[in-house]
């Protein structure tokens, strides 16, 4: 499908990894959390164990193996089963509530709130992401990343990669897939998004999984725009 | 029920009214369009009148009359019906989708925008609003009301003053009802959010429906500010 530039209404974004560094930050609060509570444990291992345990977890609602299931109740059921299976002790049940909140406050990549802002001007931005209303928008706030819209994945009950949740955003915006850019670090995510007819931008985040980054570092599909910061899309989309 | 104003996380905004000016800028539109086309019609009665079907025409689903309807749907059919009662004659299927997308690019009030930059300072603001979705992130992006989220009627699939409304809100941004103030121009909603909790602002708009403004000129309930403009409301806020 030929997508004609200046059609694109809304640039929407993966959020977890594209605009905001979940890993450096989520090893960051960790870490000063237990150094203020007195807790020693490898907080760096436990974040990226915590990630991992991500897609797995949002894979079994996707399948129906468990019903429905809210963003902050699979984050929080992830590190519960972390923090038992690696023994880590003196974290209670508000405790593990605090920590769940962390993917609340994610820091951006020094890139993000500057193009998101060149973005808006002409197009209407907002995240296509698993995250929720509540976090996705207090994400914004901490991280200033100046959305338009947000409508989470407990808006449309479905997760990335359902068609379900991009569809059901562009349906919420009125706007055909043609009309959406879904920008995003992750190839797998662009190629669901693509397939059911929206607008791509890759934007490369070599960075997002640390030391332990395996996929990802390049474009590796027929992406509409390809760039290396928010800020660059921006400029290639003539913002 | 005392409400802290410092336990306020989002000031939630009434839209039509309260922020912008639905009846000057629907008669302006109108005559516009008319002009262009050469269609001779009472266009501030036109509006009035259609701005008169749009509770009838939620009423009619709250009650469950009639299934769940969309508002662009609901303004479509009520513009519909007065063009054929009055017959206004030369408006095709295309003419009445354009005329109902008006209500997509109302005007503010002054101190509408000025007010929200203001509060979002310290706030997550919001529509607390029949308007769908789309509407409501047109309205923002053409009235410049620089939203942190849009929570729409049509995410909810329910209409003030339906309980539901409000509290499904509050529920999406996972705050409690007392976190939470609606600001309006209109008492009745203000009424219908204090029983449910929700601290509440009231913004008197005396000129909204023009000459044949009923109401609504002042406060009538123990509204927890009272205000005569949306930066006068952020002031008293703090902001």
New interface residues.
């Given amino acids: 499908m030929l997508v004609i530039m200046s059609d694109i209404k809304a640039v929407l974004f993966d959020t977890f990894g594209t605009l905001v560094d979940w890993r450096g930050s989520l090893i960051r609060q960790l870490t000063q959390f237990g150094t203020a509570r007195g807790i020693a444990a490898d907080w760096e291992s436990l974040t990226d164990a915590w990630r991992g345990a991500y897609k797995p977890s949002m894979d079994r609602v996707r399948s129906g193996a468990v019903p429905w299931t809210h963003l902050?109740d699979l984050h929080r059921q992830s590190l519960q089963d972390l923090v038992q299976a690696r023994g880590i002790a003196g974290l209670g049940a508000g405790d593990l509530d605090e920590l769940t909140r962390f993917w609340h406050r994610l820091d951006p990549w020094p890139d993000s709130s500057a193009g998101l802002h060149r973005l808006k001007r002409r197009h209407?931005v907002g995240p296509m992401s698993n995250g929720?209303?509540?976090l996705l928008?207090n994400l914004?706030?901490h991280a200033d990343l100046?959305?338009?819209?947000?409508?989470?994945s407990?808006?449309t009950r479905h997760y990335k990669p359902d068609p379900e949740m991009y569809l059901g955003v562009c349906a919420?915006?009125?706007?055909a897939p043609e009309q959406v850019m879904l920008a995003a670090a992750h190839n797998q995510d662009l190629k669901a998004a693509s397939a059911l007819g929206l607008a791509t931008g890759f934007i490369a985040r070599p960075k997002e999984h640390g030391p332990h980054q395996s996929r990802d570092f390049e474009a590796e599909g027929p992406w509409d725009v390809v760039a290396n910061s928010v800020e660059d899309l921006a400029a290639k989309l003539g913002c």
Same sequence: chains 1, 2.
């Fill in positions: 902050d209407i929720t209303v509540a928008t914004g706030k100046p959305w338009d819209v947000v409508i989470g407990d808006v919420f915006l009125a706007l």
